[in-house]
C-alpha cells in the first residue's frame, strides 16, 4: 500500500498564501499522478490540481492562476502553492497518488489517500 504524509496547512488571512506538501512512500516502483483534493464542510471532495510524472499538470478553475501544482520525483514528493487565498478556499485537504508497486509477482497499479490537511482562510 502507499503512504501519504501532507503537511503544511493552518490558518492565514484571505489573500495570504500557504504550500501544502506530500510525501509517498511504500514500495514505488514509479509515481504515475499526483493530485490535491479538498472537501470544504457539507460539500463534497472535489479535485484542486493533479500533476502527472511527465509534468502534465490540471487545475480546477476556481484556482486557476492562484495555485500551482508541483512535483519532486527523487523525493515522492508533490507540492501545492496556494496564493491569493479566498474565504471559500477554507476546507480539508488531501494528497492523492496514483501509483505502480513492487508486488511477490512483479508490479501493480494502486492508488493511496493522505489524512487530509485544514486550511483555513478567514480574518
Known amino acids: 500500500q502507499v503512504h501519504l504524509v501532507e503537511s503544511g496547512g493552518g490558518l492565514v488571512q484571505p489573500g495570504g498564501s500557504l504550500r501544502l506538501s506530500c510525501v509517498a512512500s511504500g514500495m514505488i516502483f514509479r509515481i504515475n499522478a499526483m493530485g490535491w483534493y479538498r472537501q470544504a464542510p457539507g460539500k463534497q471532495r472535489e479535485l484542486v490540481a493533479t500533476?502527472?510524472?511527465?509534468?502534465?499538470?490540471n487545475y480546477a478553475d476556481s484556482v486557476k492562476g492562484r495555485f500551482t501544482i508541483s512535483e519532486d520525483n527523487a523525493k515522492n514528493t508533490v507540492y501545492l502553492q496556494m496564493n491569493r487565498l479566498k474565504t471559500e478556499d477554507t476546507a480539508v485537504y488531501y494528497c492523492?497518488?496514483?501509483?505502480?508497486?513492487?508486488?511477490?509477482?512483479?508490479?501493480?497499479?494502486?492508488?493511496?489517500w493522505g489524512q487530509g490537511n485544514q486550511v483555513n482562510v478567514s480574518s
Open positions: 500533476v502527472t510524472t511527465g509534468g502534465t499538470t
Open positions: 492523492k497518488a496514483d501509483v505502480t508497486q513492487y508486488t511477490s509477482y512483479g508490479t501493480g497499479n494502486t492508488e493511496g
